[in-house]
């Protein structure tokens, strides 16, 4: 079967989204053939039979466009997407979109009157009439979170996360960790709630218990002064030689910062299940989590009470004091969730399966 992957982004060294380049290496030895059409298409690498097309959005990184021209952009994009899609109609025999709506929407019907089978991906817990509208044009939706907004109907499938465990993989033998070293690694945004997390860290230098944080990520334009307020919070708590910002790091390069440190401390809200926890459980690091969709990978001992920097401050403090044997049983459970249920190899086949179903 020959696959159209619909992306908002292809780019390896992209922070958020450079995962989906390995899941395009990875599909396309699953499927016949493979191709991409990427709103904003960066670096990449993928085998010869991967057809890749952009619709131009890198050739405005950098460039600040005001409202007319945003929303003639957005026209200029849709239609270079309803070209493509209708000019490669015979190279493709389903479509899979990953988290757009808005091109389930514009070219769903079209696709129906194809007769092409469409899998949508959508995996956040907020919907809107648009995810709705491009549910009911879908043929599946697919979602990792049993708390997704697209979970509990006809059409929804459970998907594995697809961690590349080979890339996020357990530290080797003396590869050890920074004592006591903790990481929050994603977009710095008020949902988010690194701020619960810079609170934590305060009580615990009150307690004079030994820690420190990397805050690795960075913000939309849209909470640059969110970003601000976490620095000043920083300074406030006389936390400067605790908390340190280092920005946002290409998808292949987190592996690293992830097993440099002993445990990294996610805040999502209750139903999110951010691929990160799950990359850092491949990696075999302790996790430090709040959302309860993770209370089948995650220990409960280490899922602290949501908004609270209390509750989060024990935790921590809990995790990094516990024994080495401990912290080792923890990590090898996490790192088989993640190899056993969460893998790519997993979500490929599945995928598979799923469009052959259809």
Avoid at 65 to 75: A, M
Avoid at 90 to 116: C, P, Q
Avoid at 179 to 190: C, D, K, W
Avoid at 349 to 356: N, Q
Wanted: proline content about 3%.
């Amino acid at each position: 079967m020959r696959i159209l992957a619909i992306t908002q982004v292809l780019d390896k060294n992209d922070d958020v989204l450079g995962f989906f380049h390995g899941w395009a290496i990875r599909f396309s030895s699953t499927f016949s053939g493979f191709s991409v059409i990427a709103l904003r298409v960066g670096e990449h690498s993928l085998p010869k039979n991967t057809a890749i097309f952009s619709l131009g959005k890198e050739k405005e990184k950098g460039v600040r466009l005001g409202i007319l021209q945003k929303i003639l952009s957005r026209v200029k994009y849709s239609f270079r997407f309803l070209v493509l899609v209708i000019k490669l109609r015979k190279s493709y025999d389903a479509v899979f979109v990953h988290m757009n709506s808005e091109y389930v929407i514009l070219a769903g019907t079209i696709w129906r009157f194809m007769g092409k089978k469409v899998v949508f991906w959508y995996n956040h817990t907020v919907g809107s009439a648009k995810v709705r509208l491009a549910m009911k044009l879908s043929s599946a939706v697919c979602h990792t979170s049993p708390y997704a907004f697209t979970a509990g109907t006809y059409k929804s499938r459970r998907m594995p996360a697809g961690i590349d465990i080979k890339l996020f993989s357990p530290r080797g033998s003396g590869n050890a960790p920074e004592p006591n070293a903790v990481l929050y690694l994603g977009r710095i945004a008020p949902i988010k709630k690194v701020d619960v997390l810079i609170r934590a860290i305060g009580i615990l230098a009150r307690e004079n218990f030994p820690v420190s944080l990397t805050v690795a990520g960075k913000a939309l334009e849209k909470d640059f002064a969110y970003e601000e307020k976490l620095k000043k919070m920083v300074e406030g708590f006389n936390l400067g030689l605790r908390v340190k910002f280092v920005g946002s790091l290409p998808n292949t390069e987190t592996p690293t910062l992830i097993k440099k440190h002993s445990l990294l401390v996610n805040l999502t809200a209750k139903g999110n299940y951010d691929k990160t926890v799950l990359e850092a459980a491949s990696c075999a690091v302790l996790v430090v989590v709040s959302s309860e969709a993770f209370k089948d990978i995650v220990p409960k001992e280490l899922i602290f009470e949501e908004d609270s920097e209390n509750s989060l401050a024990l935790k921590i403090r809990f995790a990094l004091s516990a024994s080495e044997d401990q912290k080792e049983r923890w990590g090898v459970k996490l790192r088989e969730r993640a190899a056993f249920e969460e893998s790519l190899e997993i979500l490929a086949e599945r995928l598979k399966s799923l469009f052959e179903e259809l």
